[in-house]
């Protein structure tokens, strides 16, 4: 029986029954932490039904179907239907484009072959550019963004490890890559990037360490900065120091940088060296304590910003985390967990919203300590629609 965009709606929103707390270990957390807020489903917008089937106008409270609802996949071919496409190869970086969430596209990087690929229901991947990559360091593509001013100029910028740098590039549509912003150090390790909009009219840009924390604490490098530029690699106008693309410091190996889509939060993950960490990010200010840690450090990867949780998608343990945010910005309760079991994907690595609504992301089960299926890796649709409510934890 063939599986509808209906079903979609209850098999890949994260939450569709209530939250329960996951696995995240808890230590050291913010003093103004609160106990968990209810998280309570909704509909989400009506996706576009490909198979004709169930079209009808939503409501009501998501379910789960049982895993048999789904067959496993054959091959190349998967049933899921939140499945965009597959047998990609560790899909660590997402740019979701443009759209209102019934019919999502997105571009999607592979980090060890430097392929960048458009995915879309029915139609699959294909191929948009392919960036010169060195992956042999923990690096290679992790970091995917499109411009600010995409719908005029249809710019698409990429962070990426060649055999000597960490570089930002820009790719016009038909054109090879092009250096934007060359020289951000490589080392042994901490080669990971990540990229993403503002929605202030300005790219994020997060950086690694190089395997060497005092590069991270030197202002003269770019090395584990989070940098705030513009389409030419500059610094963006209305940074802090109009001259310093360094928006802040510190960071190790990060996984995720995101920004709510109206601009007034922004965040970022990285790996640290003895836990994992999520950093609210306030230009121009160094990085304080982090706003969550992770002492089991499940691999924070790619985060999406909406205005009741930060979204936290993990490379080394599957599933995706929410952290409920109250309404001064304070978490109003621990991360809970979703999509970690046979509901999941497995390990996931990019992430990026398509609207508050809506969400594409992308699996790293072909990495170390995934385990793939056939059709691994695959860039899969996630609706994250959710709302804090009243009432305390279960």
């Not at 229901?121 to 001013?149: H, I, M, N």
């Not at 310093?244 to 940088?257: C, F, K, Q």
Request: proline content about 11%.
């Amino acid at each position: 029986m063939a599986v509808g965009w209906r079903r979609l709606m209850a098999t890949a929103t994260v939450g569709g029954v209530l939250f329960t707390v996951g696995c995240a270990t808890v230590a050291e957390q913010p003093q103004d932490w609160r106990p968990q807020d209810r998280i309570q489903p909704q509909s989400a917008p009506e996706p576009r039904n490909p198979d004709g089937g169930g079209g009808g106008g939503g409501g009501g409270t998501p379910r789960t179907p049982p895993p048999s609802d789904v067959p496993p996949p054959q091959g190349c071919t998967d049933y899921h239907p939140a499945v965009l496409a597959t047998c990609l190869n560790q899909v660590s970086a997402v740019a979701a484009l443009p759209g209102d969430g019934r019919d999502p596209t997105a571009l999607v990087g592979e980090r060890t072959t430097g392929r960048i690929l458009r995915v879309k229901k029915e139609t699959g991947a294909e191929v948009f550019a392919v960036a010169p990559v060195d992956a042999s360091t923990g690096g290679g593509l992790t970091g995917l963004a499109l411009s600010p001013t995409y719908s005029e100029d249809q710019l698409v910028f990429a962070y990426i490890t060649t055999p000597t740098d960490n570089r930002l590039v820009r790719i016009a549509p038909g054109d090879t890559p092009k250096p934007v912003l060359t020289g951000i150090p490589r080392g042994p390790s901490g080669n990971r990037g990540a990229l993403a909009l503002d929605h202030r009219g300005a790219l994020l840009l997060a950086t690694g360490d190089a395997g060497n924390p005092a590069l991270a604490k030197d202002p003269g490098s770019l090395a584990g900065k989070v940098l705030r530029i513009d389409v030419n690699g500059r610094p963006a106008p209305d940074n802090p120091d109009p001259a310093n693309a360094v928006v802040a410091s510190g960071l190790v190996s990060p996984g995720g940088v995101c920004a709510s889509v109206d601009g007034s939060r922004m965040w970022v993950t990285d790996q640290g060296p003895d836990r994992d960490l999520l950093y609210q990010l306030q230009l121009g200010r160094p990085l304080a304590a982090p706003a969550w840690s992770w002492p089991d450090r499940p691999g924070v990867a790619g985060c999406a910003s909406t205005p009741d949780a930060v979204w936290v998608v993990t490379s080394r343990v599957a599933g995706i985390q929410a952290l409920p945010v109250a309404e001064d910005g304070s978490f109003s309760g621990k991360p809970v967990v979703t999509m970690q079991d046979e509901d999941g994907f497995g390990l996931l690595g990019g992430l990026d919203l398509v609207n508050e609504q809506v969400a594409v992301g992308g699996t790293v089960n072909k990495g170390a300590g995934g385990t793939p299926v056939s059709s691994d890796d695959r860039a899969v649709i996630i609706v994250i629609t959710q709302s804090a409510g009243p009432g305390g934890p279960d």
